[in-house]
């Protein structure tokens, strides 16, 4: 059974880095198997953030790309997302996702404000 | 930046009718596109990958169709549980998700 956490902090001040962990268990990371982020600001579309494979190959989003960094621990079975500079407009539910769309973390909704 | 538009933005229907969603993407994406529902307080539940490939468990009277720049979502007779806000997402370069369509009870 595959299945996928997000934790992290709840509220985070703005300027300050958000570091979120997602832990999974059910299927291992390869060359072509891959955990990565998607937020969704409450009411609205959802973004995709970054993507990391078990080769260790990065993706990330070209307009988010400077703020963001993706690393994964294999022997936790964890992949941390780090996003600099947080402002009130990154307030989101994120949500951790296996690389073929059928696995979804429950999410995690962080709040930036002061 | 690959941009998706999706149409409409809301679609009104009662159960039984025939439901058509359009995803239209900026530029060819060939086949790499994916069909997403979430309901809220859920994360998105994936319909279809590759633009017409049902994923596991998802039920006939969903389809999908499409290449290049122009994709369909269809569901020939809604049923109540599929009253819901439906996405599509490339992957052609990087991943980029359309806006939504939300499929509300008329």
């Known amino acids: 059974q595959i299945t996928l956490r997000e934790s992290g902090p709840t509220l985070v001040k703005p300027t300050q880095t958000l570091t979120l962990t997602c832990t999974f268990s059910g299927f291992a990371l390869t060359s072509e198997v891959g955990v990565g982020w998607v937020r969704q600001p409450p009411g609205k579309a959802l973004e995709w953030l970054a993507l990391v494979y078990g080769d260790d190959e990065k993706r990330y989003s070209p307009s988010l790309k400077s703020r963001l960094f993706i690393t994964k621990d294999t022997p936790k079975n964890q992949v941390v997302l780090t996003m600099t500079n947080m402002d009130p407009v990154d307030t989101s539910r994120y949500y951790c996702v296996h690389s073929g769309y059928l696995y979804w973390g429950q999410g995690t909704l962080v709040t930036v404000s002061s | 930046e690959i941009v998706l538009t999706q149409s409409p933005a809301t679609l009104s229907l009662s159960p039984g009718e025939r439901a058509t969603l359009s995803c239209r993407a900026s530029?060819?994406?060939?086949?790499?596109l994916a069909w997403f529902q979430q309901k809220p307080g859920q994360p998105p539940r994936l319909l279809f990958y590759?633009?017409?490939h049902r994923a596991p468990g998802i039920p006939a009277r969903f389809s999908g169709s499409g290449s290049g720049t122009d994709f369909t979502l269809t569901i020939i007779s809604v049923e109540p549980d599929d009253f819901a806000v439906y996405y599509c997402?490339?992957?052609?370069?990087?991943?980029?998700f359309g806006q939504g369509t939300k499929l509300e009870i008329k």
């Open positions: 997402q490339q992957r052609y370069a990087w991943r980029t």
């Open positions: 590759d633009a017409s």
């Open positions: 530029q060819s994406i060939t086949n790499l």
